[in-house]
């Protein structure tokens, strides 16, 4: 299992913008992809986004062209712009990827709330 750190939750006001980061030490040189989610209170969790190895990205329809994924090295970003109160939620990162058993770890999560 890869030891999964986020950072860069917190509040801000609709409309605002925020940036999370992901490390996972290895996770790129394994061929790993780096997922997000996100869980609110009362609800289930929630697929954000994914980078994956080969540098391709996707989205939720929810956070698409507000949400954007990036990569330097270890550390996967993401990108928060234009954010609603609905976007409220703890932000997690998993890395992940098929028949990869290396490919295995989650993060502590991070909160992200959105003031109207």
């Known amino acids: 299992v890869m030891e999964v750190e986020e950072s860069g939750g917190g509040s801000v006001q609709a409309g605002g913008s925020l940036r999370l980061s992901c490390t996972a030490p290895?996770?790129?040189?394994?061929?790993?992809?780096m997922e997000w989610y996100r869980e609110a209170v009362g609800k289930k969790r929630e697929w954000v986004s994914t980078m994956a190895s080969d540098g391709t990205t996707r989205y939720a329809d929810s956070v698409q062209g507000r949400f954007s994924v990036s990569q330097d090295a270890d550390t996967v970003y993401l990108e928060m712009n234009t954010l609603k109160p609905e976007d409220t939620a703890k932000y997690s990162c998993?890395?992940?990827?098929?028949?990869?058993?290396?490919?295995?770890?989650w993060g502590q999560g991070t909160q992200v709330t959105v003031s109207s």
């Open positions: 998993k890395i992940n990827k098929p028949l990869n058993w290396k490919c295995l770890g």
């Open positions: 290895g996770f790129t040189a394994n061929g790993c992809d």
